[in-house]
Structure formats: C-alpha cells, structure tokens
C-alpha cells in the first residue's frame, strides 16, 4: 500500500482522497507571517528545519512555565494558564474558519474531520492519516508529530489547552451556520507513551454531558496538582 505521505508533488496539507475536501473552504492561520517565511525560503538560505529546534525551544519552555505556576500558585496558576492557551487556540480556530461556510456537498462528518485535517496538519505541522468512519465518527493518526521526540507522556497535556480553544472555536462556527451538533474527542493513544502513533477518534456526543476531552483535561489537572505539591514537598 503506498503511503500517502510519499507524494512530494503536493504540500501535506493539500490533499485528501475525498472528493469533497476540494470544496472544503479554511483560511491559513497567522497568514501575514506566514507570507514572509515564504518570501524567506524562496530568497534565502535559511534552512526551515531549524523552525523545529526553534519551535521545541518555545514547547518546552511552556512546559516548564505551567509546571512553575502550578507549583507556586496550585490550581490558580493552573487555570491561569490554561486560559492563556485556550485563548491562543480559540483564535486559531477562528482565523481557520473565519468567513467559511459548509458547501452542500460536504457532510458534517467530512467537514469536522477536514477542520481536524488542518489544524493537525497546519496548526500542528504534523502528519496525519484520517479517517471517515461513519456519519456520527471520524477519526485519524498522527503519524509524526513534532513533538514526539522531545515530549515526555504528560508534556502533551499543554496541548489540549490549545485543541480545546480550537474545538471551542469549530462548535462557534458551526452553531453560526445552523449546525448545532457537538463532536466529541477522545485519545486512544500517543507516541510519547510508546505507541507508533497518536490515534484519535471523534464522535458526534450529547450536548448535555460532559465531553470526553474536557473531562480527560480535568483528570489531568488534578494529577499535575498533586505532582506540584509532591515538588514542593507538600
């Protein structure tokens, strides 16, 4: 089986097998920086794999700067930072969507599955092997994530502050365009824990219980609290 990442011809980001995904409308994401990096990669010698090390710098400085604060602060610093996060990728999620609307042609399956496309493949610089499952589940694999190599398992919690301002964002939009539907999201696993790749399913949930992603987020915050007074000695 050919592996769909093999294909140089077209950015990761571009292409889909479904049809529809052409019709699939979204916007890049800090657009007028993104317009000068390109301007640089075409003019000059600058190498982009340094925007790796560059951008592990900034990963793992979060990391330490929301352990810092839940060791100094306790759950205040905590949702400090989460709020701070969640802020970043609710705008992100709406630079993404912004002005778009759902074409007739695309279900609300595919469209929730190729928002996730973009912001696992863009938004996270990652690669990624999706899948349509079923009119009410979608689900994909990262395959590479920049992170992967650096990221202990627990490092990944900052980034669901950031994926939960983004599905915060898709569920805005999606109710601003007459679909009230809420998806939820759920982990199967990560590369940081060991597995080949990070596996993810996403199911179209009750609006009235609790989403699967923000009660997994809970959880996590509570053990982090307790690894921050164990720190402090407490």
Not at 28 to 43: A, F, S, T, V
Not at 129 to 138: A, F
Not at 166 to 171: K, S
Not at 195 to 214: H, I, L, N, Q, Y
Request: glycine letters at 6%.
């Amino acid at each position: 089986m050919k592996n769909p990442h093999d294909d140089k011809s077209v950015k990761h980001w571009e292409t889909r097998p479904e049809e529809s995904f052409r019709n699939f409308r979204f916007k890049q994401p800090y657009e007028r920086g993104l317009k000068g990096l390109r301007d640089i990669l075409e003019n000059t010698n600058f190498d982009p794999a340094t925007l790796w090390q560059w951008g592990t710098m900034q990963a793992t400085a979060l990391i330490e700067v929301l352990k810092a604060v839940e060791e100094r602060f306790g759950r205040e610093g905590q949702e400090i930072v989460f709020q701070s996060l969640w802020k970043v990728g609710h705008d992100i999620g709406h630079q993404i969507l912004d002005g778009t609307t759902v074409p007739e042609d695309v279900t609300e399956a595919e469209w929730i599955s190729f928002f996730a496309t973009i912001v696992n493949r863009i938004a996270y610089a990652s690669l990624e092997t999706p899948s349509i499952d079923g009119p009410d589940k979608v689900s994909f694999s990262i395959d590479w994530c920049p992170h992967q190599d650096q990221y202990r398992p627990f490092d990944c919690r900052v980034q669901r502050y950031l994926v939960q301002g983004m599905i915060d964002a898709a569920a805005e939009h999606a109710r601003s365009l007459g679909r009230s539907a809420t998806w939820d999201v759920e982990f199967k696993s990560t590369i940081p824990s060991g597995a080949s790749t990070c596996f993810f399913v996403m199911e179209k949930g009750d609006p009235g219980k609790a989403r699967k992603w923000a009660e997994m987020t809970r959880l996590i915050e509570e053990k982090a609290l307790e690894l921050a007074r164990k720190r402090r000695g407490g």
